[in-house]
């Protein structure tokens, strides 16, 4: 059976992050949102990783706590609320962590996931992009690989201690279209022959370093695959489930942080004498966003409870991301309305939001994708 209730670990994570949230990250929001691009927030960062609440799914072999994923997202939630921008670079890290977790060997892990929770770093991954066509191959010489490929939209660019690449061998100009499926390698950083170009001014999520990387015959060898040659897919499949629900955790806080301010501001915003979420109109709006969010933290709770029971969820967790994604879009959007001409403003919190919201789904799978994926499940299913 499902328990939604928290338990006592699990409410102590949440009101540390909620504290650490409240306290380091909010008064700070402007500072973040006006950050240059490439620019990275370290000494917010260094807080958050001196009270522990990153890297919280590596194994107590690597010096993380090895939590579910149950109480990853309790954590989530409330970094998420607090900025989503800085919360993104965390996730980012995560989903690149979770891949090294799920595909690497047990050297591997001990050599590049222990180190992040040593010192206050990041690991970073190439982003599937709309912004220009990318593509990665590798040869292979000997027992090296070289890869090389243009405008690979890296998450956590320059600032990352290692990025996860997908690869294809290189066969062009070979008559034989038999080509492996794709590799994962990872790559270190500041190795000989990984650039970026300059960093992405983002719509929002600005506190997350983003740019397009080149590679330019970077020298690796077997020791930087994660799951063997061709195994790209396999790993990427296992470690899916946790990024998903990690991404829906994230909507959530934000869509919390709209929800906060829509009723702060309705209560303080009085006209014909009255507060205006006295107004059926505004309260309405208000009821409509408190329990969107109530059924998408159910929803993301069911696959983290569910993916922690080694169930396969693929549906739910789908469910969970494209429902969180589209119920953050209106929130914010809402929170907007409620505060009416000064939504608009940035000398309000809530346009933020909704800059922030529109980043992160530019960034990941449109809920569009993930309902025709659920569709083709269903129907094949059938």
Same mark, same amino acid.
């Given at each position: 059976?499902?328990?939604?209730?928290l338990?006592?670990?699990?409410a102590?994570?949440?009101?540390?992050a909620?504290?650490?949230?409240?306290?380091?990250?909010?008064?700070?929001?402007?500072?973040?949102?006006?950050?240059?691009?490439?620019?990275?927030?370290?000494?917010?960062?260094?807080?958050?990783?001196?009270?522990?609440?990153?890297?919280?799914?590596l194994?107590?072999?690597?010096?993380?706590?090895?939590?579910?994923l149950?109480?990853?997202?309790?954590?989530?939630?409330?970094?998420?609320?607090?900025?989503?921008?800085?919360?993104?670079?965390?996730?980012?890290?995560?989903?690149?962590?979770?891949?090294?977790?799920?595909?690497?060997?047990?050297?591997?892990?001990?050599?590049y996931?222990?180190?992040?929770?040593?010192?206050?770093?990041?690991?970073?991954?190439?982003?599937?992009?709309?912004?220009?066509?990318?593509?990665?191959?590798?040869?292979q010489?000997?027992?090296?690989?070289?890869?090389?490929?243009?405008?690979?939209?890296?998450?956590?660019?320059?600032?990352?201690?290692?990025?996860?690449?997908?690869?294809?061998?290189?066969?062009?100009?070979e008559?034989?279209?038999?080509?492996?499926?794709?590799?994962?390698?990872?790559?270190?950083?500041?190795?000989?022959?990984?650039?970026?170009?300059?960093?992405?001014?983002?719509?929002?999520?600005?506190?997350?370093?983003?740019?397009?990387?080149?590679?330019?015959?970077?020298?690796?060898?077997?020791?930087?695959?994660?799951?063997?040659?061709?195994?790209?897919?396999?790993?990427? @499949?296992? %470690?899916?489930? =946790?990024? !998903?629900?990690? #991404?829906?955790?994230?909507?959530?806080?934000? &869509?919390?942080? $709209? /929800?906060?301010?829509?009723?702060?501001?309705?209560?303080?915003?009085?006209?014909?004498?009255?507060?205006?979420?006295?107004?059926?109109?505004?309260?309405?709006?208000?009821?409509?966003?408190?329990?969107?969010?109530?059924?998408?933290?159910? @929803?993301? %709770?069911?696959? =983290?409870? !569910?993916?922690? #029971?080694?169930?396969?969820?693929?549906?739910? &967790?789908?469910a $969970? /991301?494209?429902?969180?994604?589209?119920?953050?879009?209106?929130?914010?959007?809402?929170?907007?309305?409620?505060?009416?001409?000064?939504?608009?403003?940035?000398?309000?919190?809530?346009?933020?939001?909704?800059?922030?919201?529109?980043?992160?789904?530019?960034?990941?799978?449109?809920?569009?994708?993930?309902?025709?994926?659920?569709?083709?499940?269903?129907?094949?299913?059938?």
């Amino acid at each position: 059976m499902i328990n939604h209730k928290l338990t006592e670990e699990q409410a102590e994570f949440q009101k540390l992050a909620r504290d650490l949230a409240s306290k380091e990250i909010r008064p700070r929001l402007e500072h973040l949102d006006n950050l240059a691009p490439g620019v990275f927030p370290q000494d917010l960062f260094q807080l958050l990783f001196e009270s522990g609440l990153i890297n919280t799914a590596l194994p107590e072999s690597a010096g993380g706590f090895g939590l579910g994923l149950a109480d990853q997202v309790v954590i989530a939630q409330q970094l998420s609320w607090g900025d989503n921008g800085l919360w993104g670079s965390i996730e980012a890290s995560q989903a690149a962590q979770q891949l090294v977790l799920q595909g690497g060997s047990t050297e591997q892990i001990a050599r590049y996931l222990a180190p992040l929770n040593q010192s206050p770093t990041l690991a970073g991954h190439a982003i599937a992009s709309a912004i220009k066509p990318a593509r990665v191959f590798y040869k292979q010489v000997d027992d090296s690989f070289y890869l090389t490929g243009r405008n690979v939209l890296m998450a956590n660019a320059g600032f990352a201690e290692f990025y996860l690449i997908e690869a294809v061998e290189d066969r062009r100009g070979e008559d034989s279209s038999d080509g492996r499926a794709n590799t994962l390698f990872l790559v270190p950083r500041g190795i000989e022959g990984l650039t970026f170009a300059d960093p992405i001014k983002s719509l929002g999520r600005r506190a997350m370093p983003l740019a397009l990387a080149e590679l330019d015959d970077v020298e690796l060898n077997d020791a930087h695959i994660i799951g063997g040659i061709g195994g790209a897919s396999s790993v990427v @499949l296992r %470690a899916r489930l =946790a990024n !998903l629900t990690m #991404q829906s955790a994230g909507y959530n806080g934000l &869509a919390r942080a $709209a /929800l906060d301010h829509a009723v702060q501001y309705a209560k303080d915003r009085t006209t014909f004498g009255v507060p205006i979420g006295n107004h059926q109109g505004i309260a309405f709006m208000l009821a409509d966003m408190a329990k969107d969010i109530q059924a998408s933290e159910l @929803l993301t %709770a069911q696959a =983290a409870q !569910l993916v922690d #029971q080694g169930c396969n969820c693929q549906t739910q &967790a789908l469910a $969970a /991301l494209a429902f969180a994604q589209e119920m953050a879009g209106k929130c914010a959007e809402d929170a907007v309305q409620v505060f009416g001409g000064y939504g608009f403003s940035r000398e309000y919190p809530v346009e933020k939001l909704m800059r922030d919201c529109k980043a992160a789904r530019a960034l990941g799978p449109s809920a569009d994708i993930i309902k025709a994926e659920i569709g083709k499940q269903l129907v094949t299913a059938l």
